[in-house]
């Protein structure tokens, strides 16, 4: 309604604008237009309630439709991927549980223009047992047009006794992000950030450290957990490939007090299954929905991971910090393995690339 209301007194101005100057350069014909934000902070309590509201009718339902006219992508093809999973297995619903709003920081930039975008740090309580331990989840908003709703784009579930540093904030109240030119004030400038996390996990063959990513759960223990993972299927005689790109949605990147920034992005990991000559694979769990029974010959599955960061000032002397990442399998794609010849010996695969 506001966004409305500033488009139509933009309108307004320009046709009874007189001629005079006052609204507009008559030389060049523009005509001023109205550089008020599009959302201001106080105005995105109710925004989070009526999502989360929703979402959780839609979980209670698999409802995919009221799904996706809530959340935008990524978040939109990671959970209607979950769905497609849920309904495979027979269930009706993603779970019993509803969520209650129990508490919510909420950082809205200054913006004019759509896109817009605002990040919530919220912490969602069970709303039939409030003794119940809360989970606790940075999530990005976005509004892709005047005439568009709200919807969620982004989340990342974060662990209970995680902090939110503290984000820096104008003399109105809106959240300070990182411009372009100011990227190099921080240990990493946040439009490369996907790129450097791609970098370091794609080497987790290499059991290697980092003098950028501090360990922990969601760096040399998910490398680690990578490495695991294709050893395993070696030894099931699997050769399993795995490709870590960067994400396509926009980085976000929030000033912190310290001189810092938390930052949200999106990472692909793609993984690429191949038998052993004259073996075939079978639907493995997660592609249940996005797959159809069988054998293959190969098998590609597509993962989106929302991820969320601390990064500290250029000349602070600690490492970036993964606080957690949050996805799910979007594609799951086969090459169907070719029929057994006529003499009843299996036909082998086209050979593969390996790792």
Same mark, same amino acid.
């Given at each position: ?51 989360? *509201?929703?979402?959780?009718? &839609? #979980? +209670?339902?698999?409802?995919? !439709?009221? @799904?996706? /006219? ?49 990040? *919530?740090?919220?912490?969602? &309580? #069970? +709303?039939?047992?409030?003794? !119940?331990? @809360?989970? /606790? ?219």
């Amino acid at each position: 309604a506001l966004a409305a209301l500033l488009v139509c007194l933009a309108l307004l101005a320009a046709a009874c604008g007189g001629g005079n100057g006052d609204d507009g350069d008559a030389d060049s014909g523009s005509v001023a237009v109205s550089s008020d934000p599009v959302i201001l902070p106080a105005d995105t309590r109710p925004i989070i309630e009526d999502l989360q *509201a929703k979402i959780d009718e &839609a #979980n +209670a339902s698999l409802d995919v !439709a009221l @799904q996706d /006219s809530i959340e935008a992508s990524p978040a939109r093809d990671i959970d209607d991927a979950f769905f497609k999973g849920f309904k495979a297995k027979g269930q009706t619903s993603a779970g019993s549980t509803r969520r209650r709003l129990a508490d919510a920081q909420v950082y809205v930039p200054r913006q004019t223009d759509y896109p817009a975008r605002f990040f *919530a740090f919220v912490k969602l &309580a #069970n +709303a039939d047992d409030p003794a !119940a331990p @809360q989970i /606790s989840r940075l999530r990005v908003y976005e509004k892709s047009a005047a005439d568009e709703p709200w919807k969620l784009a982004l989340y990342v579930t974060v662990p209970r006794d995680f902090v939110l540093p503290e984000i820096r904030v104008d003399a109105d109240g809106f959240a300070e992000t990182v411009a372009d030119e100011n990227g190099d004030e921080l240990k990493v400038d946040p439009s490369r950030l996907p790129a450097e996390f791609a970098d370091y996990l794609s080497r987790f063959a290499e059991g290697a450290s980092s003098d950028l990513f501090a360990p922990g759960r969601f760096t040399s223990e998910a490398s680690e957990a990578f490495r695991a993972s294709v050893d395993k299927d070696a030894q099931a005689t699997i050769t399993t490939t795995v490709e870590v790109t960067p994400g396509r949605y926009p980085v976000q990147a929030f000033r912190t007090a310290d001189g810092g920034a938390v930052v949200l992005f999106t990472e692909n990991v793609n993984y690429s299954y191949a038998p052993a000559p004259g073996k075939v694979l079978n639907p493995i769990s997660g592609s249940e929905g996005l797959l159809e029974p069988g054998e293959y010959s190969s098998l590609q599955r597509n993962v989106v991971n929302m991820v969320a960061a601390v990064v500290p000032p250029a000349d602070a002397e600690g490492l970036v910090q993964i606080v957690g990442t949050t996805g799910g399998t979007v594609s799951f794609d086969g090459e169907p393995a070719a029929p057994p010849s006529p003499s009843g010996s299996p036909t082998p695969p086209p050979p593969t690339a390996s790792p």
